[in-house]
C-alpha cells in the first residue's frame, strides 16, 4: 500500500539516460523509499516507433514517453500544450504530486492550473538557471523568456521547490524550499583497471558536454563547463615541463575545434590531450575510476551558482577527487586536500 502516485515529468532520456533522468532516478530512490510510487513522463522518445504513446519499464518505474513530432504544428502543440501529460495522469487515479524537472513555463503554468483544480500538490525541481547557448539570437531571445517565466512566476506558484543550491533557496526565501544536491548513485571499483601507483603521469579526465552543438563561439563566456581555460592551464604547466594525461570525454576534437579553431595551437602542443567523444555512462565512469583526478572550470555566475554539477557528485561518489573551481555550494561538498581541491 503507497501514499499514492508522484508523476515526474522533464527532458528524461532512458534507458542509457541523460544526466537529467540519472538525477530524477535518485530523486525517485527517496521517493520509493517513502512509500510513494514515481511515474516518470520523459522527453521525445527517440526509438522507431510510430506509436504516438510509449510506456515501458526502467529499474522498476513506469516511463512514458512520445512519439516527435515530425512538423511546425505538432511541435508547437508540444510546447505549448500538456495533452499528453494529461493523458499519463489519466491513467493513474491516486496521483497526489506532480513534479515538473525544469519544465517549460507555459505548460508548467498549465499543469499549476490544473493540479489546483484537483487538489494536486505541484513541486518545482529547479536545478538550473538557463543563460545565453550563442546557437542563434532568435533561440536565445525565447529561451530567456521561457527562463524568466519559469524562474520569477511559475515557481512562485507552487506548493514546493527541490533546489541544488542556497542560492535558489535564498532567491526564493520561502520555508517550502528543500536543497538536495545533485545525487549520485553508487558504483563499485570492479571497472577499474590500472593500478594508479605504477603510473609514471597523472591522469586527468573532464566528461560533459561543453558546448550547445558545434558551432564556432565567438563569446566564451557563455560557455557552462570552461573547458578552454582547462586546456589554457594545462599548455601553461606542459610549457614549464609537467607531463600529465588529459582524456576528454563528450566532444571529439574536431566539434571543439569547430567551436574555438583558435585554439589549435596550444592541442598541437599537447600531445597528452586525448579526445574521446560521446560515450556512454559505464564507460565514463571507468574513465574517472582510472583517473587520479577529475577537473572541471566554471565561471562564477547566476548560471553556476543556481546548480550543482553532477559530475561532481559522481567523482566524489567512485573515490576520485576533484579540481574545481568554488562554485554555488561546491564547498559544502568539497573537502579540500582530501575529496579535492580548488582552482
Known sequence: MTKGTIIYIGGFRFPDGNAAAKLALNYARIFTALDYRVVFVGADDDSDTSVNVRKRTVQDYDVWTFERAHNFRGRLRRFFGIQNILSVVSAYDDIKIIICYNFRSVPFLRVIAYCRKNGIKVISNTTEWYGKTGRNVVFD????????????????????????????????GSANVVVVPSLSESFSSKNAVEPKGNREKVHLVYAGNPFCGDRRIKERSIIKDRLDKIISYLYKVFIEGYDFQFHIYGVTREQYLRALPEDQYMLDALKGVYFHGFVKGDAVYSAILNADFTVLVRDVNRVTLAGFPTKIAESINLGIPVLTTKIGDMDKYVTENKTGFFL
Open 141 to 172: 531571445f525565447f529561451r530567456n523568456i521561457d527562463t524568466i517565466l519559469r524562474m520569477y512566476v511559475a515557481n512562485r506558484h507552487v506548493d514546493g521547490l527541490i533546489v541544488t543550491s542556497s542560492f535558489l533557496r535564498d532567491f526564493y
